[in-house]
């Protein structure tokens, strides 16, 4: 009778043991290995968060360094502006800028521009001389007559000459004077 409860007993530890194992096989299928992969997923969406925090930091620190620096900066383009440009290359470009921004207003073409710097001793403003031709349509053309008249810088508008042009066009020549404050 000891061999038979023996092997009931073996038995009995082998269904208990193969329970066991197959309890321990379900925990992980069904809980272990589920958890296991959200854990990972979850590690990876915080390193993915952390890099760009990371990189979110950097770009307000530098963004803050030229926020910083920018008020200097325009002193020195200022700085730079005063001791580089000549106070003639830098009218020549004004007077050239403007010219061009009235041409565009009024739709004409900008055919040729030519200075002539007066810098005679006595007067209160420098002038340059302009010679200006451009080409449109004839209402085009007074509208751009009229904006150098009353553009924000003081021009003299001496004399102006119409001729033919190309197609439907008339070219208009205007010579004035550009006042320059000193």
């Known amino acids: 009778m000891k061999r038979e409860r023996r092997r009931k007993l073996i038995r009995i530890l082998e269904v208990a043991a193969l329970a066991a194992v197959a309890i321990d096989l379900a925990v992980y299928l069904l809980v272990v290995r589920p ?11 915080y390193r993915q968060a952390s890099l760009q925090l990371q990189q979110r930091k950097a770009r307000v620190e530098q963004l803050e360094k030229f926020r910083s620096e920018l008020p200097a900066a325009n002193d020195k383009l200022n700085e730079f502006l005063k001791d580089h440009v000549p106070t003639r290359q830098r009218v020549f470009s004004d007077a050239e800028h403007m010219i ?10 900008l055919d040729n521009i030519s200075y002539k710097l007066n810098s005679e001793k006595g007067e209160p403003f420098q002038q340059l001389g302009l010679d200006v031709t451009v080409e449109g349509p004839f209402p085009n053309l007074l509208k751009f ?10 021009v003299l508008v001496r004399n102006f000459s119409f001729s033919t042009g190309q197609g439907n066009t008339v070219n208009l020549r205007v010579g004035g004077v550009l006042y320059l404050t000193p």
């Open 35 to 45: 958890l296991r992969a959200g854990a990972f997923q979850a590690e990876t969406s």
């Open 100 to 109: 061009r921004q009235l041409t565009q207003k009024a739709g004409v073409q």
């Open 145 to 154: 007559a009229h904006s150098m008249e009353t553009a924000d810088d003081l």
